[in-house]
């Protein structure tokens, strides 16, 4: 395989690893099985049908897990390693024209990256589900990034070039998102603190006029005439 093409399937295919780890590398195996896909020399072992049985049963263990919230959160101490593991492992099965070192640094550096950035997005997403709406949302959320790690991972493979623009997609709304976010709250944080001030300035007034008059007011003496 291209050296451009492989890095543009095992990008995309990483990407999707941050939605699920072990569906993109299911249907790379499945395709590499059927020879609609080429794994490099040394990767041939994940299209052998012990692998296909283990990463099959990785996959479901993995969706199923997703359904009960507290195992879902445990799963995610664990997830992005695995995710950027398991991207930069596909990475380097689909560039490996190049010098191993080279090979493996340009998949954890490519695939890795993709794969965590993913990852820590969906952490995210789910972690913002379970505060806004205790959690019920979890399950629609989970089952939507099944879906897209599915049809990501078979874009990568039938059309690598349209699963590297949605990726490219993705990434560039969550950067912008998260810019605007940042400037959202640099914009409310300095109004907070002249509110902060206003009413400390307020506070310092109502005590001065409070406590003036006593101040100001004349105190008597007694003196005994006898």
Do not use: K
Not at 51 to 79: F, K, N, Q, Y
Not at 90 to 104: K, N, Y
């Amino acid at each position: 395989m291209d050296t451009a093409l492989g890095l543009c399937v095992g990008v995309a295919l990483a990407a999707a690893c941050g939605f699920r780890v072990f569906v993109p590398l299911l249907v790379m195996a499945i395709g590499a099985r059927t020879g609609v896909i080429s794994l490099g020399h040394g990767f041939e072992f994940l299209a052998s049908w012990p692998a296909l049985l283990a990463l099959g049963v990785a996959t479901v263990v993995e969706c199923v897990a997703s359904v009960w919230p507290w195992l879902d959160h445990a799963l995610d101490l664990i997830a992005t390693p695995c995710a950027v593991l398991a991207g930069t492992l596909i990475t380097a099965s689909q560039i490996d024209h190049m010098h191993p070192v080279l090979m493996w640094g340009t998949g954890l550096v490519a695939g890795g990256g993709a794969a965590g950035l993913t990852q820590a997005a969906t952490v995210t997403t789910r972690g913002a589900s379970t505060v806004t709406t205790a959690g019920l949302l979890n399950p629609v959320i989970n089952a939507t990034q099944t879906l897209i790690a599915t049809v990501l991972s078979v874009l990568a493979i039938v059309v690598p070039a349209v699963a590297v623009a949605c990726v490219v997609g993705v990434f560039g709304v969550a950067a912008w998102w998260w810019v605007r976010r940042g400037a959202r709250r640099a914009a409310i944080a300095p109004n907070g603190r002249d509110d902060q001030s206003a009413g400390s300035r307020e506070q310092g007034v109502s005590l001065e006029v409070t406590g003036g008059p006593e101040a100001r007011r004349p105190s008597l003496t007694y003196v005994d005439a006898a």
